[in-house]
């Protein structure tokens, strides 16, 4: 790891606590656990590192969520095929030109994913209804 790709390491523990309303330490040990940092962020760092920091987060959750495991109850759902793209270019199948060009084609979407119930008892409320 060189020291451009540590401070994007760095940088990115903080934003998916920021994120996640999580500790940085909490963020790092998952991150460890899982191999993020070493087999996503690093390998990665020369494309990633050009993208908004929402994406970015948004493709940590789910490289985390791949893997079993699930940092929040409800999470955005933006720029899906992000994480395809990265596969692309570090499979050697696209090169960086390409990769950084297919991820600009994405548009942001609005949407929700709630992953528990105890999320949707939180975050949703009912405000009226009608019989139809």
Same mark, same amino acid.
């Given at each position: 790891m060189n020291k451009n790709s540590f401070s994007f390491v760095i940088y990115m523990i903080h934003a998916c606590a920021n994120a996640w309303n999580k500790r940085p330490s909490e963020v790092y040990h998952i991150l460890q656990s899982k191999g993020c940092i070493d087999g996503f962020l690093v390998p990665n760092y020369d494309v990633l590192h050009t993208q908004g920091t929402m994406y970015i987060v948004e493709d940590i959750q789910e490289y985390l969520k791949v893997r079993g495991s699930m940092v929040l109850e409800y999470i955005k759902v933006a720029n899906d095929k992000a994480f395809r793209v990265v596969d692309m270019y570090h499979?050697?199948?696209?090169? $960086? *030109?390409?990769?950084?060009? *297919? #991820?600009?084609?994405? $548009? %942001?979407?609005? /949407? #929700?994913?709630? #992953? %528990? /119930?105890?999320? #949707?008892? /939180?975050l949703l409320r009912m405000e009226f209804f009608y019989e139809v």
């Open positions: 499979s050697g199948i696209w090169d $960086k *030109e390409r990769a950084i060009n *297919e #991820i600009r084609v994405y $548009k %942001t979407y609005d /949407q #929700i994913a709630f #992953i %528990t /119930q105890r999320a #949707i008892d /939180q």
